[in-house]
């Protein structure tokens, strides 16, 4: 493969481009679907809300069943395969959806089997890429390689939902849901061009037999558990979701019946927020190199916290009420793909590479644990305390994340490789009395 240079672009890196091409079309593909489906529900099958609840959920519950498994298997074979395996069962999935339409025997179940199966194979798609994108580049352009994931991510989370309303208007939703089958087969042949990647070994030791299944998981677990940096990043990413979700589960009722916005005023609201997402992941690199990795991550935890609380601030319809909501929503949003890029790169560092499936694993099925805690937060937290109540204690939930990061060995942290001094210094000082042949292998070891 192609090595880059410390200044060149990673777009002249053949296997990075061919995997961006991939993440970037799995991902616009995704926010079709995610207006498409619900909307052939909703006007086509005459969906309950009871009904259009379920097939929402069962696009997340995938993660939360099957993620830890996942992590466990893609540590145990090569993650190529993988990526492509899903990009082509996600393609065939939803091109039934137009298929059956055509022939007049879809129905509200086959809906529920398709985004179950779509849910499940992005769990697979979502850890295998970021278990093999170390494999391809360097450890140093790590951090520039995951801000250009994030610009294209926010990028289609910006611009997918809009495009889908369109060609909705033009195609129909069924066709639309066509569009997005052959970009994931578009996705897929991008990977078949990539290098084959190894499967992933540990040297297990003299005489040790190989880690069974779920001791496998419990492993990947316990190097979360253990590893200061994994550690402190995952527990600030709980604690944000948490808050996060609490707030969008009352963000559009409260900008409806206590501020008294309509659907233009929201849709400006929300896009600032999403320009300031695209926005904080195009800074990313140049954010982290100017105050260093971990002091970026206090302050990319800071911000939501501060646009909160300029949320809770808004009193009533009117020009200037416009202006400081869209603002507070900008101001939440810019920090997130700072703290998500950060955070994954940190793992891609310090984890090596018979571990990486399961870490991100791990530390994805916690965050999208509290997700589902925040909405059902957000629900207590509106009936007791109110919608403006909800979205301050939001933004105390943002300040705490920042100040547990603040305490903790992050603070300290200039760059991603400075996490491994870190996580050694951790595991030699868990067990100080120790012989060598007795430490348990640092986490930070070169894959």
């Not at 170390?134 to 990028?155: C, D, F, G, H």
């Not at 499967?199 to 030791?205: E, I, L, R, V, Y």
């Not at 309509?262 to 926005?279: C, D, P, Q, Y």
């Amino acid at each position: 493969m192609t090595e880059p240079s410390e200044t060149s672009s990673l777009f002249r890196h053949r296997e990075f481009l061919l995997l961006w091409s991939s993440q970037s079309m799995s991902v616009f593909g995704a926010q079709l679907t995610y207006v498409a489906i619900p909307l052939t529900a909703v006007m086509i099958l005459h969906a309950t809300p009871m009904q259009s609840g379920i097939l929402g959920a069962l696009t997340t519950l995938p993660f939360l069943l099957f993620g830890l498994g996942v992590g466990a298997m893609l540590d145990r074979r090569a993650r190529r395969p993988v990526l492509i395996g899903a990009d082509v069962v996600r393609a065939l999935a939803l091109a039934w959806i137009p298929l059956a339409h055509v022939l007049d025997i879809l129905t509200i179940t086959q809906l529920f089997v398709v985004a179950f199966v779509v849910g499940t194979m992005s769990v697979f798609f979502d850890l295998a890429y970021q278990s093999y994108l170390p494999t391809l580049i360097p450890r140093a352009r790590l951090m520039q390689a995951n801000s250009k994931m994030q610009v294209s991510e926010s990028m289609a989370e910006v611009a997918g939902p809009g495009a889908a309303g369109a060609l909705i208007g033009l195609l129909g939703a069924p066709l639309v849901i066509a569009a997005d089958a052959v970009s994931y087969l578009l996705s897929a042949v991008a990977v078949l061009k990539l290098p084959a990647d190894a499967t992933p070994t540990a040297d297990q030791g003299q005489g040790k037999a190989p880690l069974s299944f779920w001791a496998s998981i419990r492993e990947g677990i316990s190097v979360v558990r253990r590893h200061s940096v994994l550690r402190w990043c995952t527990t600030a990413a709980v604690l944000a979701n948490l808050f996060e979700s609490a707030l969008l589960s009352v963000f559009f009722l409260f900008l409806v019946r206590d501020i008294g916005f309509g659907s233009t005023e929201i849709g400006l609201v929300v896009g600032f927020g999403g320009a300031g997402a695209v926005i904080g992941a195009l800074l990313v690199e140049r954010v982290t190199r100017l105050l260093g990795a971990g002091p970026a991550l206090i302050l990319a935890m800071l911000l939501p916290g501060v646009g909160c609380l300029l949320l809770g601030s808004v009193d009533a319809d009117s020009s200037w009420a416009l202006g400081l909501a869209a603002t507070a929503n900008f101001i939440a949003l810019i920090g997130l793909p700072v703290f998500n890029v950060t955070v994954i790169s940190f793992r891609q560092v310090v984890t090596p590479d018979h571990l990486l499936g399961r870490v991100n694993a791990t530390v994805r099925t916690f965050a999208w644990s509290a997700l589902s805690l925040g909405s059902l937060l957000g629900g207590v937290l509106g009936t007791s305390l109110g919608l403006r109540g909800t979205v301050l204690v939001s933004a105390c939930g943002g300040f705490l994340a920042a100040l547990l990061l603040l305490f903790s060995p992050l603070r300290a942290l200039r760059r991603l490789e400075d996490a491994e001094t870190v996580a050694t210094d951790s595991e030699a000082d868990r067990k100080p009395g120790a012989s060598a042949e007795e430490k348990p292998e640092p986490v930070g070891e070169a894959r």
